[in-house]
């Protein structure tokens, strides 16, 4: 099984909802990524975790609140978001680089509309 | 800050040539780059990485080149073919401590028949 599987594929959401996006792979990576994407922009990294640890966060507003349960789940949860937040978001997940870059493998995104 | 180019936004090409895209960056020293290609709607698929030692790394019909005194990777697809036309993009590879990937701006391919 080579697929990070992302749910749900569409999502329409109001400024005042909380909803969460989720992520699942079972490929025994133990790093994985949330990254975001607008129409014709490249994928703009907003976390990483390594071996259930988050261990970078871009900067993310506080509206965007990452979880790794476990080594093949992860959650981001949304709460007040805005217009702007509007966007594709991509996670993937990855062998944790060990003096090698792994390659990513991503799943399909989730597009998110706010309203 | 970090800067990642890929030359041009789009690039059209015909069928059975050659496709050459550039990736150049500025304020970083990357020990490796990594190519993907990303269909609409899709996410990125990993087509080829190369080292900050390698000069030149090929598979099929593709290959890269990454010359770090210009601090650019080439990447060219040969004998390209309507299948091919998507959007690629480039990946510098942070090694200290988390490894940190940091896309390209991309370039949207396009190859007539």
């Known amino acids: 099984d080579t697929e990070v599987t992302q749910t749900p594929k569409h999502l329409v959401m109001g400024m005042t909802n909380k909803k969460s996006l989720k992520c699942e792979q079972h490929?025994?990576?133990?790093?994985m990524y949330w990254y975001k994407q607008k129409a014709k922009k490249p994928p703009e990294l907003m976390f990483v975790?390594?071996?259930?640890?988050?261990?970078i966060n871009e900067s993310v507003p506080s509206r965007f609140s990452p979880e790794c349960p476990n080594s093949s789940l992860l959650n981001l949860h949304l709460h007040a978001l805005q217009p702007e937040d509007s966007a594709l978001y991509l996670c993937?997940?990855?062998?944790?680089?060990?003096?090698?870059?792994?390659?990513?493998?991503f799943g399909s995104g989730t597009q998110l509309s706010v309203l | 800050s970090q800067k990642i180019e890929q030359n041009s936004e789009a690039l059209n090409i015909q069928e059975g040539k050659t496709a050459t895209l550039t990736c150049n960056y500025t304020?970083?020293?990357?020990?490796?780059l990594q190519w993907y290609r990303q269909d609409p709607g899709r996410g990125p698929v990993f087509l080829l990485l190369?080292?900050?030692?390698?000069k030149e790394k090929r598979k099929e019909r593709l290959k890269v080149t990454f010359d770090t005194t210009l601090k650019q990777s080439l990447f060219h697809i040969t004998a390209s073919q309507p299948a091919d036309s998507a959007t690629y993009l480039c990946?510098?590879?942070?090694?200290?401590?988390?490894?940190?990937?940091?896309f390209g701006t991309g370039t949207r391919l396009k190859v007539l028949a």
């Open positions: 993937a997940s990855s062998q944790v680089g060990q003096g090698f870059a792994e390659k990513l493998f």
């Open positions: 304020n970083y020293s990357p020990a490796y």
């Open positions: 490929m025994g990576h133990r790093a």
């Open positions: 975790y390594s071996y259930e640890k988050l261990s």
């Open positions: 990946a510098l590879v942070r090694t200290s401590g988390t490894y940190k990937y940091i």
């Open positions: 190369i080292r900050e030692n390698e």
